[in-house]
């Protein structure tokens, strides 16, 4: 069962934009967290944002929450080829066991030189 | 250096046969996860497990097993009634505690001949 779903499920831009990426989800949870995965390799988690809080800054990265709406959405600033990766955005299982997480399917960031 | 590693990188099975992917962490998590993620899709949860010597089924555990005889260990065995083992396997840890930020390996990646 899919609990966030990202949009887009690709997009394209060129070095130096600005990339953003939504996600919705279904049910109520306690945090919501982004993750990158470079081709062929494992997840590195990149931000957490909890349930009470709106906006998170790490770096080039801006994350925001909207729980009435169960939405969220990651904002990658002065984008660089190096950015270029899937992005998944992860929420735990509602009535689930602690730490158990549900992942999207991705959106695949592709950034041009 | 602390992490979570995963071995082989490559792995190639006959059909019929049984293959164990190893799992192992230094980050003195109790929570371990098995993930399968087939091309151009989301992470779909295989098997975790919370504590030692227990486990729990996750979304597709069908043909699949584990074991969690030590903390730091984990491994996946992929079983001849895995009717599509082809995939890219990862694994990850987590504390239980606080935060449910998952670390992940670099992955396996399991082609049947």
């Known amino acids: 069962s899919q609990q966030g779903e990202e949009d887009p499920q690709a997009l394209s831009i060129q070095e130096g934009e600005n990339a953003t990426m939504n996600c919705s989800y279904k049910t109520s949870i306690n945090n919501l967290q982004w993750y990158r995965q470079n081709s062929g390799r494992g997840l590195v988690h990149l931000i957490l944002?909890?349930?009470?809080?709106r906006e998170k800054h790490s770096g080039r990265l801006r994350v925001t929450l909207d729980t009435s709406k169960k939405s969220s959405s990651l904002l990658i600033t002065a984008s660089r080829a190096a950015d270029t990766a899937s992005y998944f955005c992860?929420?735990?299982?509602?009535?689930?066991?602690?730490?158990?997480?549900?992942f999207g399917k991705g959106t695949k960031l592709s950034v041009k030189p | 250096d602390g992490g979570i590693t995963q071995s082989p990188k490559y792995l190639f099975r006959k059909e019929g046969q049984n293959v164990t992917l190893s799992c192992e962490q230094n980050l003195n998590h109790d929570a371990m996860y098995w993930y399968r993620q087939d091309p151009g899709q989301g992470l779909r949860l295989i098997y975790y497990?919370?504590?030692?010597?227990?486990?729990q089924k996750g979304d597709i555990a069908e043909g699949y097993s584990v074991s969690r005889e030590k903390k730091e260990s984990f491994p996946l065995t992929v079983t001849s009634a895995q009717k599509n083992p082809t995939a890219f396997y990862l694994c990850a840890s987590s504390r239980l505690a606080g935060s449910n930020e998952q670390f992940f390996g670099p992955g396996t990646r399991l082609t049947v001949l």
């Open positions: 944002i909890r349930s009470n809080e």
């Open positions: 497990s919370q504590i030692v010597n227990d486990f």
């Open positions: 992860a929420t735990g299982r509602y009535g689930g066991s602690q730490g158990n997480l549900i």
